[in-house]
């Protein structure tokens, strides 16, 4: 059961973040790259790019270390995931 609990703690991480560090999400950092990143991830369901998403993040200018060390973090990573969602302006 703890396994259990754990995995599903992951996945609320992935999509939820830390409610008690909320991001603000410069438009900035929603370079070109970004959103091809984001959008190939959401539209597959393949997140396996989220290294290559963090590092086109930074090149944008992103130096939030939440955002970055998430997509360089071993997830999972899930379609909802906050950052790909912050990325994607969804809500």
């Known amino acids: 059961m703890t396994k259990d609990c754990n995995a599903l703690a992951l996945l609320v991480r992935?999509?939820?973040?830390?409610?008690?560090?909320?991001?603000?999400?410069?438009?900035?950092?929603?370079?070109?790259?970004?959103?091809?990143?984001?959008?190939?991830?959401?539209e597959s369901r393949d997140f396996s790019a989220t290294p290559i998403l963090a590092d086109a993040l930074q090149d944008a200018g992103c130096d939030n270390d939440d955002v970055?060390?998430?997509?360089?973090?071993?997830?999972?990573?899930?379609?909802?995931?906050w950052v790909v969602d912050l990325v994607l302006g969804k809500e």
């Not at 560090?21 to 959103?35: E, G, I, K, Q, Y």
């Not at 970055?68 to 995931?81: A, D, Y």
């Open 68 to 81: 970055l060390n998430h997509c360089r973090g071993p997830g999972p990573h899930v379609r909802g995931c």
């Open 14 to 42: 992935d999509i939820v973040g830390n409610p008690f560090r909320p991001v603000t999400f410069a438009p900035s950092w929603r370079s070109d790259t970004a959103l091809s990143l984001a959008q190939g991830m959401y």
